[in-house]
């Protein structure tokens, strides 16, 4: 009761626009004389009243606009939803390959309606918007685009400016050749573009009016389309869609009519009965099939693509809510291009499910037909059938047989068999062309080149070695660097010796010593020379000058040899070293550990049967003798390669797409041959040289390559291994990489403390100064002494030594 009294409210607010009030009095005139449901073709402001009436008295209301509905339970919209076109006219962007485009539209709401900023991703083309008037001249914008060099334009407006921004387009010259424009109106179709017809320009629009459902609904000719408009055939099936819920709704009940005031709080409890019933029945019009989803948007509606010619407008494709673009021309743009003899031919198609040529297609619902499958061959045909307007349907090999020939009886089997047998007209997947297929069947040119290689794990990395950190120098350069070393050490004995200045007085407070010194003992040297080559230096300094210059020419020696073996550590310790147990065909042909064989039945085993290299003829025997080893399919042999100690022989561009998904997977060696996979025909077939040049220019394109690495390194889970790989952070070096360093040191240390045992225990028995005391006591005085370590000084002479030296200067 609220909302009554608030609609009345509003009602007689705005009833002071003579507009409004007018709309209300025939809305409400009608209710009072029966009407049970209002077909309407209002704008949005005075669509809101009448909606607001309809849904209050709980009557249905059809629009045929293409405004957007609010949120009423009783209110219908026949218009094509604009969010629904938007993906079309983004995929038709797709399909005509625009760079970049610039979308001219009258006004933000009808550019807001395409909801286009929802459709785009980060890599869709450069989009430039310009805002043109309805009431000024546009030919200064349109003067300054065709100065920016754009070439491709998206016009959306409404009907009635269309005429005029197509006229000044013209004037000021873009409407012309080499430029392409979008129509988004519904309406194109009842444009009089006969000025247009010679101007060169690329015109592409739609229209909702299937002109062969008119002539088999009436079955007579009807009036030229540009004498009615779009909203008209909307109308006309609202009425049909009404008659048929009504009839529905009539079945189910009686006294379906009654008189509703606007003034009164009574409401026709039958209109959300009618709502339902008019959104379930399926009905068809004619625009097409007429059913909504449940709000009331249309939806599973289809469109008619047209472009402009010399001689009018011409459909060149289809399009449904629920399906991608169907051409069935050639080429849009041009009306005088030659068409193709397949145009409107119908080709049965037979694929394999093999990935990534072939696959069902992943969805959570249910689909039928073409569009079940999807696949690199499956695109390919697409992107054919694009370009020679031909229709196609997939059937599956479900044996995945692809066709061998058997000797004994002389008949070909599988997928060959079936195009021979004028059970298919095209066959796609990884067959490859070989001459004695060529004998049964014709081909396209290939459309991927591949040869025959080793499917085999990854090569494990090699155990770390425990003297690793000898292998930046060869075992020449370190007894080289040995040598060097003693002879520098003795150089400096006898230089240091001969040199003048290397003998002097180590007690400075002696002016006249009686005798001097030379600091380059043999002890002396070698230990300068080793300080040099560890970096570390030492307490002797050359004096002499020509001892400076050897000693300079040594430092330099050691900072080259440090660096070099610095910088080649670095990469033997981060770098893995890995085992290969085989490398190419003839390692695997050459041992009896790698067990090795090949798809059965296949061309590559073909290959090996039919090749006159002594290799090859061998590993055939010995796939022969080992019939276990042979498969029934490349996953099979994937299979047997992941879990056990095999190799597996199949085409190269299979093992690409195996090693993109199975990283402990790789390919072994080079291609053992060249081949090309190709689309098979029945032979002398009249449209092989159209295919032919329409896989050329595919690969011209570069839309070959670019559907490989689709389906090669993005879809399926492809380029999984190559990210994982390509860190390019060195690895932490484990114990097992620098084990051999602590080795040295433990063995250095354990050997420097033996040599001081031997050189303690050599003093005490050879070298003691008084022989009156036993070396047994020696040795107890000198462990005492060691044991004190907070005393840090030793007595040059024994303790009875020293009292008696005492009693002797005493007396």
Known sequence: MCRRIILLFILIFHCLCLVQCRRIIVVCSALEGGAVTIVGNLKEVNAFYVQNICDSMEIPYVSVNSDTLRDYSNALNL????????????????????????????????????KFNQLWEKDEPLVTFRLLST?????????????????????????EALKSILHQS???????????????????????????????????GIRLINVDRLSGTYQVDLAPLENYTTTEYLINDAVLSF???????????????????????????????????????????????IQYDGIGIRNNFEVEILTLTRSGLAKVGNWNSSRKIEWIQLNTGNPDAEVSSLQNKTFRVLISMSPPYGMLRETVS???????????????????????????????????????????????NGMLRKIMDDEADLAITDLTITAERETAVDFTMPFMNLGI????????????????????????????????????SALFFTIGRMCPDEWNNNNPCI????????????????????????????EIAPIGNSTRMLAGCWYFFCLIMVSSYTANLAAFLTVETVERPIKNADDLANQDVIKYGAKKGGSTVGFFKDSNSSTYAKMYEYMVNNPSVLTSSNDEGKFKVMSDNYAFLMESSSIEYIS????????????????????????????????????????????????????????????????????????????????????????????????????????????????????????QEEVKIIVKFGVMTKATKPEEEEDHEDEEENI
């Open 243 to 289: 008659a048929n819920g009504f009839r529905r709704l009539k079945y189910s009940t009686s006294g379906l009519q009654k008189s509703i005031s606007c003034n009164m709080s009574n409401n026709w409890e039958y209109g959300i009965s009618l709502s339902n019933f008019m959104k379930s029945v399926q009905t068809t019009g004619l625009t097409g099939l």
């Open 453 to 488: 290689s080793i499917l085999y794990q990854k090569p494990k990395a090699a155990p770390p070695s425990l003297m690793s950190f000898l292998l930046p120098f060869s075992a020449k350069v370190w007894l080289y660097l040995i040598g060097v070393y003693v002879v520098m």
């Open 366 to 412: 249910k689909m039928s037909g073409n569009d079940q499958y999807e696949g690199f061959g499956v695109d390919i045909i697409h992107e054919i059938s694009k370009m020679l307007g031909f229709n196609y349907t997939f059937f599956v090999q479900t044996d995945n047989v692809y066709g061998s020939l058997n000797p004994a009886t002389g008949e070909w």
């Open 170 to 204: 013209l004037e000021v010259g873009i409407l012309a050749d080499h430029y392409n424009f979008i129509i988004t109106s519904l309406d194109f179709q009842s444009e009089d573009l006969s000025e247009y017809y010679f101007s060169g320009v690329n015109v592409t």
């Open 135 to 159: 009431t000024q001249d546009n030919r200064g914008i349109l003067r300054k685009i065709k100065e920016s060099g754009e070439k491709n334009f998206l016009i959306i407006c409404k009907p």
């Open 79 to 114: 218009y094509p939803d604009l969010g629904v076109l938007g993906q079309f006219f983004n995929e038709l962007i797709d399909s005509m390959e625009w760079k970049t485009y610039t979308i001219l539209y009258d006004s933000t709401e009808s550019l807001a309606n395409f």
């Open 660 to 779: 993109e998904r199975e990283c402990n997977l790789t390919q072994i060696g080079g291609l053992l041959d060249q081949k090309g996979y190709g689309i098979a025909m029945k032979k002398n077939a009249s449209y092989r040289n159209e295919l032919s040049r329409a896989v050329l220019k595919l690969q011209e394109m570069g839309v070959l390559t670019s559907l490989k690495n689709k389906w090669w390194k993005e879809k399926g889970g492809g380029g999984r291994c190559s990210q994982d790989g390509g860190s390019g952070q060195a690895e932490e070096l484990g114990l097992a990489n620098v084990g051999g360093v602590f080795l040295v040191l433990i063995v250095g240390t354990v050997m420097s403390f033996f040599g001081t045992i031997f050189e303690f225990l050599f003093a005490i028995f050879f070298e003691r100064t008084d022989p009156n005391i036993s070396a047994k006591k020696k040795l």
């Open 511 to 538: 002016e006249n010593p009686e005798s001097l010194e030379n600091q380059f003992t043999i002890k002396n040297s070698l230990w300068f020379t080793l300080g040099a080559i560890m970096q570390q230096g030492s």
